[in-house]
């Protein structure tokens, strides 16, 4: 407890799955938090809830590959909280298509939020941290960043361009006193998750509801896919002091999917 005392933590991608339990877990532990995303009133729901536990949260809106958007919710941020000590650069999303299939559109959407967004969010946020000469850039990246997956090409290659923005982030920011590092889940049981299962049983990439997470899942050496509870613990000790000499690092937290 008490690990974010004296933290102001913008979480992108909060209204729902891995983002709200980070929030919800960032106020516990006594840290201000944003809870930013795209459907505001996703991000007041979250926010209630931490209110309702005693934390202390402001909900803002923002599609995160829009640069004025960004700009204008840490803006908003940091004149409630006072400062930006820590950002998640956690909004993504995933709309599968068979390789042979994959158009144009879809691509740019995916790469627009999941890498272009990450881009945007971390330089409108060092903007702040650089004066500070301090902070912390935390990226959501995935095990589709270190395996091509058919179905998933565009979002494989956008969570490629998540390690690839993480090793760079980490390079420019560190003479300002910045650090930057990822984290990789792997299968966890979010709406994104509820979402794919839908899509990929439309495309008849599975035959059944709920085939495609028990695929994907089959290989986890630790025999289930991940709650978001089961990531809170780094996502923590990413944003603590705890990590202050760890920078331009993806850490897999994905129960052994992927060995790296």
Not at 20 to 33: D, I, K, N, S
Not at 99 to 119: C, K, P, R, S, Y
Not at 133 to 144: D, E, L, P, Q
């Amino acid at each position: 407890m008490d690990r974010l005392v004296g933290s102001s933590i913008v979480v992108t991608g909060a209204g729902s799955g891995i983002g709200r339990a980070f929030a919800l877990a960032f106020a516990t532990e006594g840290a201000r938090v944003g809870v930013l995303d795209r459907d505001i009133g996703a991000a007041q729901k979250v926010t209630a809830e931490v209110h309702a536990a005693g934390g202390e949260a402001l909900a803002v809106q923002a599609d995160v590959s829009q640069r004025a958007d960004v700009t204008a919710a840490l803006t908003e941020f940091v004149s409630w909280a006072g400062s930006l000590n820590v950002i998640f650069n956690n909004a993504g999303f995933n709309k599968p298509m068979p390789f042979m299939e994959i158009t144009e559109d879809n691509w740019h959407a995916i790469m627009n939020v999941n890498a272009l967004g990450v881009l945007i969010c971390t330089q409108e946020a060092a903007k702040f941290m650089i004066r500070q000469r301090s902070g912390k850039i935390i990226n959501t990246s995935s095990v589709a960043g270190r395996q091509g997956y058919p179905d998933f090409t565009p979002y494989s290659a956008s969570k490629f361009a998540v390690n690839a923005l993480t090793q760079a982030t980490a390079r420019a920011m560190a003479e300002h006193g910045i650090t930057c590092n990822s984290f990789s889940p792997g299968v966890v049981a979010t709406p994104l998750w509820d979402t794919l299962d839908r899509d990929l049983l439309a495309m008849g990439s599975s035959s059944k509801p709920d085939e495609a997470i028990e695929n994907f899942s089959a290989d986890i050496l630790m025999g289930r896919p991940a709650e978001p509870k089961d990531l809170v613990g780094t996502a923590i000790f990413l944003a603590s002091h705890d990590s202050d000499y760890m920078t331009g690092q993806t850490i897999m937290i994905d129960g052994g999917k992927v060995l790296v």
